[in-house]
């Protein structure tokens, strides 16, 4: 506060002298008089007499007036405390700026994050389709599986009818007649028509046949 009463009473003793000479130069140029004030600078008076002419003297002197009236008023309007909280707003708009900007970027982080959560949706629903197809896939093959494993099966009891034909062949008989093996069973010769029943005692085995 010192500072600035000690600023307005220098620029208001600076107005004032200005206003003086404004005041004279005034008076000069109206009524053709002498201008007085310039003694006060005994050092610079014969030059200032002799550059300065009544129109260029009141124009010096308006300007300068103007200007350090203006100077102490706004000086003197001055005030700390509204200084302070254009300031203080001033910082403020200054750090709502920035808050505002490091919203936009996480904005646009969420963004972006919102678009990969959106894209691995997609991926995952991709996946789900496929699982789906191969498990459909999977319940298709399986009724093959099964037509196999019942093959399979198949196979094996024709396997072991294979072995129990194979075991009758070995234990077959000889027909005495036409010489074929024939089944132990067979009591009529199917190559050639003999009666084997009535022929026991000429029927040979085939392991002795051989």
């Given at each position: 506060?010192?500072?600035?009463?000690?600023?307005?009473?220098?620029?208001?003793?600076?107005?004032?002298?200005?206003?003086?000479?404004?005041?004279?130069?005034?008076?000069?140029?109206?009524?053709?008089?002498?201008?007085?004030?310039?003694?006060?600078?005994?050092?610079?008076?014969?030059?200032?007499?002799?550059?300065?002419?009544?129109?260029?003297?009141?124009?010096?002197?308006?300007?300068?007036?103007?200007?350090l009236w203006g100077i102490t008023c706004a000086i003197a309007f001055e005030n700390p405390v509204e200084t302070f909280l254009n300031k203080i707003l001033s910082d403020a708009k200054t750090q709502?700026?920035?808050?505002?900007?490091?919203?936009?970027?996480?904005?646009?982080?969420?963004?972006?994050?919102?678009?990969?959560?959106?894209?691995?949706?997609?991926?995952?629903?991709?996946?789900?389709?496929?699982?789906?197809?191969?498990?459909?896939?999977?319940?298709?093959?399986?009724?093959?599986?099964?037509?196999?494993?019942?093959?399979?099966?198949?196979?094996?009891?024709?396997?072991?009818?294979?072995?129990?034909?194979?075991?009758?062949?070995?234990?077959?008989?000889?027909?005495?007649?036409?010489?074929?093996?024939?089944?132990?069973?067979?009591?009529?010769?199917?190559?050639?028509?003999?009666?084997?029943?009535?022929?026991?005692?000429?029927?040979?085995?085939?392991?002795?046949?051989?």
């Amino acid at each position: 506060m010192a500072k600035k009463g000690l600023f307005v009473w220098l620029f208001s003793s600076l107005t004032f002298l200005s206003l003086i000479h404004l005041i004279e130069a005034t008076y000069v140029l109206v009524f053709n008089g002498e201008i007085r004030l310039f003694q006060l600078y005994p050092f610079i008076n014969e030059k200032l007499q002799t550059n300065i002419t009544p129109i260029t003297y009141f124009l010096i002197t308006a300007v300068a007036t103007f200007i350090l009236w203006g100077i102490t008023c706004a000086i003197a309007f001055e005030n700390p405390v509204e200084t302070f909280l254009n300031k203080i707003l001033s910082d403020a708009k200054t750090q709502t700026a920035v808050e505002a900007q490091l919203l936009e970027e996480k904005s646009e982080i969420l963004d972006a994050m919102n678009e990969t959560i959106e894209s691995n949706n997609m991926i995952l629903s991709q996946v789900k389709d496929l699982v789906y197809n191969v498990r459909t896939e999977v319940k298709e093959v399986q009724p093959i599986k099964e037509y196999l494993e019942k093959m399979k099966s198949e196979l094996n009891s024709l396997k072991r009818e294979l072995k129990k034909l194979e075991k009758k062949v070995k234990s077959s008989i000889i027909c005495p007649t036409c010489g074929k093996p024939l089944l132990p069973e067979f009591k009529v010769c199917p190559y050639c028509g003999e009666n084997i029943s009535l022929l026991p005692e000429t029927v040979v085995a085939l392991k002795e046949y051989k």
